[in-house]
């Protein structure tokens, strides 16, 4: 059995319900604390605060779907420390769905970000979730104050833990919402805070970073029970991605400090970048049983059959509608000449599926479910009489085995898909179908086929290739990118991609690029799009860079004819709409969205919390 993250997860939630009556309320500070708190004793020892603090590994999204498992992850329901979300969606891969990238690949599934449909709500899980885990952290904290049982580096280490823990949460609001009600001590019924103006977002920010660099220095990995613990990398890992976000926030949105975060980020990726290779199999990085010892992978959730468990693969495998890459996304994939779909000379065009996908980044392969056609007979298959109808299929075989990602595609059950793209408005089969002919399977995995929503591949939390693109940003933003830098990040990726790398002075012509943007920081932005796409970062990413016109554009898919049809196998896609209604032309399920309103740029504060506390104020744009 794997030596599961979350092997103690029964006895932590009895442990939690013993220590911790969870209270009624929805509100976010629990204004009539009620609960009855753990003794003393948790706290003097080693043992005890290392199962009281398992809980806090909870507020990772990883690969768990919010509000799946018998609402354990409820605001003041069994747990006292819950799942945040990635973005606006229950489903880290969900998030992507926001942004310009992807899409759900159904009808009538527009983002509602994107469309100007958000309202302010009552109460938010958002909001009430990294409050109610920030309790539990703080009552650690507390209980450590007063401990006299520990030796110093013991109870610093745990203390550091409970640190990065709180940063964790409160830059979770922080980027949600902007200005926050910070809290750094356990609260009771007098506690002023319960009635506290917000913080001003550079207060927030900088507690949040002294908070990280406190617990980098002084964590202490033998206090652990296992490597697969919160760590001096583990928190460098982080401080690299909350660095990048709060500087390039900073900078885009005309604010101070830009430099304090973008350093730290840097420093941050300079002790992360020689201590850790690439995985040489981007795929297995997310859909492997076992993720110890997978290069590159700095911290991961674990998974088991009846312990711990997930459906992000499961996602991929169904009859829902499923996720989406726009055609915007697939033209960011660069040929293995380096040059773009516009520029290279391997580029055959994309009115035919098979050219469209030739000699791209291994990327593609990896996230995009390659064309193909089968003939099914008892649930086996064969080729058809077209041998371009399997083009895909050695090229699949040597980059990925049975268990993963060979063809043709299969459901939860094993049953088989006769063509991919199988569109969902003229579907062969009622499962794997997609809108916009780039299905979305870079979580699809046969680990587990006859029993669904029952996933049990590792998800990596921290991994070195979002710390590569994540430095390579700060130092361009920083005005210290150069070629050296490129061959320590991009080009490394790019040589697992099977790309020739990237020349820096020299970058490929573009005619998509953003005028605003420097060739060289699109390319980085590029990079940064392909390496982590449909991993929840890129509507925070459109967030930061203050870019919501992106989210203007109407979402394409891939060029269809209407009027042909593959007549061995019934193959076509009449009812599929076209951009301008034309017979031939790119998919195009949604229309032209409104434009972007800038403040949408923060996320409103929920209205039950504004009438519990007169101190408050509400993001600007969300007054009712």
Same mark, same amino acid.
């Given at each position: ?150 030796? +110093? ?58 908070? $990280? ?21 583990? =928190? ?34 300079? +002790? ?52 989406? $890459? ?29 050219? +469209? ?71 062969? +089969? ?25 996933? =049990? ?44 790398? $990237? ?18 920081l699109w390319e980085i932005r590029r990079e940064r799009a392909i390496e982590l796409m449909a991993e929840g970062f890129r509507f925070d990413d459109i967030r930061r860079w203050r870019k919501g ?76």
């Amino acid at each position: 059995m794997k030596n599961n993250i979350k092997y103690i997860d029964k006895l932590l939630v009895a442990l939690a319900l013993i220590l911790m009556v969870s209270c009624d309320t929805e509100e976010f500070l629990d204004r009539s604390p009620r609960e009855e708190l753990p003794g003393q004793d948790v706290f003097n020892n080693s043992g005890s605060i290392r199962t009281y603090a398992w809980q806090f590994y909870d507020a990772f999204p990883a690969y768990d779907q919010r509000g799946w498992y018998g609402g354990t992850d409820q605001v003041h329901g069994s747990k006292s420390t819950i799942q945040l979300r990635r973005g606006v969606s229950n489903l880290a891969m969900w998030a992507d769905n926001d942004s310009d990238l992807m899409m759900r690949g159904g009808q009538n599934t527009e983002s509602d970000w994107i469309w100007n449909r958000v309202d302010t709500p009552n109460s938010s899980y958002d909001y009430s979730a990294a409050y109610q885990n920030i309790r539990a952290i703080n009552l650690m904290l507390d209980g450590l104050e007063k401990s006299t049982a520990l030796q +110093e580096a013991e109870l610093n280490h745990w203390k550091a833990v409970g640190l990065f823990f709180r940063a964790y949460n409160h830059s979770d609001l922080l980027n949600r919402y902007g200005d926050i009600v910070y809290v750094d001590e356990l609260l009771n019924d007098a506690s002023d805070e319960l009635y506290a103006a917000r913080t001003p977002r550079d207060e927030v920010a900088s507690m949040i970073l002294g908070d $990280l660099i406190w617990a980098r220095d002084h964590v202490e990995s033998s206090f652990n029970d296992h490597s697969n613990a919160i760590n001096r990398d583990a =928190i460098n890992a982080f401080i690299s991605r909350f660095g990048l976000r709060e500087g390039t926030w900073r900078k885009y949105h005309g604010l101070g400090e830009v430099n304090k975060y973008l350093e730290a980020s840097v420093a941050a990726g300079e +002790e992360l970048l020689p201590k850790y290779q690439l995985h040489p199999n981007y795929d297995e990085v997310f859909n492997s049983e076992d993720l110890s010892g997978v290069n590159g992978v700095i911290l991961y959730k674990r998974y088991e059959e009846g312990i711990t468990v997930q459906r992000t693969t499961q996602e991929t495998r169904n009859g829902n509608a499923g996720e989406d $890459l726009t055609k915007k996304a697939a033209d960011l994939y660069l040929m293995t000449d380096g040059q773009t779909r516009w520029t290279s000379t391997l580029f055959e065009g994309d009115d035919s599926f098979n050219a +469209e996908t030739r000699n791209r980044d291994l990327r593609f392969y990896y996230t995009i479910t390659p064309p193909y056609i089968v003939d099914l007979n008892g649930g086996q298959w064969n080729p058809t009489a077209n041998p371009s109808d399997a083009e895909f299929f050695p090229l699949m075989k040597s980059l990925s085995d049975d268990l993963h990602k060979t063809l043709p595609s299969d459901d939860w059950r094993g049953s088989l898909t006769r063509a991919q793209p199988n569109f969902v408005l003229n579907p062969l +089969e009622g499962w794997n179908t997609t809108a916009t002919g780039y299905r979305c399977w870079k979580f699809y995995n046969r680990l587990v086929t006859g029993n669904n929503n029952v996933d =049990i591949n590792d998800a990596p939390i921290f991994r070195i290739g979002e710390v590569m693109v994540n430095y390579a940003e700060a130092m361009y933003e920083l005005g210290r990118f150069n070629q050296t830098v490129a061959d320590e990040t991009i080009n490394l990726l790019r040589d697992r991609g099977g790309v020739a790398h $990237l020349a820096v002075g020299a970058e490929p012509s573009d005619p998509t690029r953003d005028s605003d943007i420097t060739p060289t920081l699109w390319e980085i932005r590029r990079e940064r799009a392909i390496e982590l796409m449909a991993e929840g970062f890129r509507f925070d990413d459109i967030r930061r860079w203050r870019k919501g016109s992106y989210l203007n554009e109407q979402k394409l898919g891939r060029w269809i004819d209407k009027t042909s049809t593959n007549l061995n196998t019934g193959y076509f896609f009449s009812s599929m709409p076209i951009q301008n209604g034309a017979d031939k032309g790119y998919i195009a399920m949604d229309g032209v969205p409104p434009i972007w309103p800038e403040y949408y740029y923060l996320q409103p504060i929920p209205i039950n919390e504004l009438i519990l506390n007169s101190n408050l104020t509400q993001n600007p744009g969300w007054e009712q």
